[in-house]
């Protein structure tokens, strides 16, 4: 799996988090200050705090002060929510699970196109995100952050197998930093 090093943002392959000891090492001197800086570097530029994989030094950030949270409160700012605590009003009037699956309801209700949300699947207890003209769409945003995550991702995955069901697959990278569901999403338009 290609990621992007913690610290020096360069992309490699590996199941590590950083693309070399030097820099593992280096993650963890980084400064309270230099940390607060980089918070709100990131909050000027794109408007919002960084998500904890969009941060190169969480690491060194939980460690200064205890926890990303606290990290977010010190640069002056809100934490973002408990997962799935809050909920957003897409454009629409459908209630939203996150941020992500807004975005993506948003979308769809921009370019006039037909959707459900939250969707069951046909013979089980799963839902989907969004369903449109019989094709499912569904937002995998915690992929490799949880490990009980990941194996509903693959039980969800052989249904769809089973099944035969067309489904659109969304990941972070699709969304941020930048929205390419233009692209993604471009054959159901």
């Not at 009003?89 to 975005?103: F, R, V």
Request: hydrophobic residues 35%; glycine residues 4%; proline residues 4%.
């Amino acid at each position: 799996m290609r990621k992007k090093c913690q610290f020096c943002g360069e992309e490699f392959i590996s199941r590590e988090k950083y693309c070399s000891k030097e820099c593992k090492g280096k993650d963890q001197v980084v400064s309270k200050e230099e940390i607060n800086r980089q918070i709100r570097d990131f909050y000027r530029k794109k408007g919002r705090i960084p998500l904890k994989r969009e941060f190169n030094h969480y690491n060194a950030a939980r460690n200064r002060f205890g926890s990303w949270n606290n990290a977010i409160k010190m640069a002056g700012y809100n934490p973002n929510p408990v997962m799935f605590a809050k909920k957003y009003l897409a454009n629409d009037g459908h209630q939203c699970d996150s941020l992500a699956e807004k975005i993506i309801d948003d979308w769809l209700y921009a370019r006039r196109i037909p959707h459900e949300i939250h969707v069951p699947y046909q013979r089980n207890n799963m839902t989907a995100d969004f369903r449109v003209n019989g094709i499912f769409i569904e937002f995998f945003g915690l992929r490799g952050e949880l490990r009980s995550y990941d194996r509903l991702v693959k039980v969800k995955k052989l249904m769809w197998k089973e099944n035969k069901l067309e489904v659109i697959q969304i990941y972070p990278h699709h969304l941020f930093p930048k929205n390419k569901l233009d692209k993604v999403l471009k054959w159901i338009v």
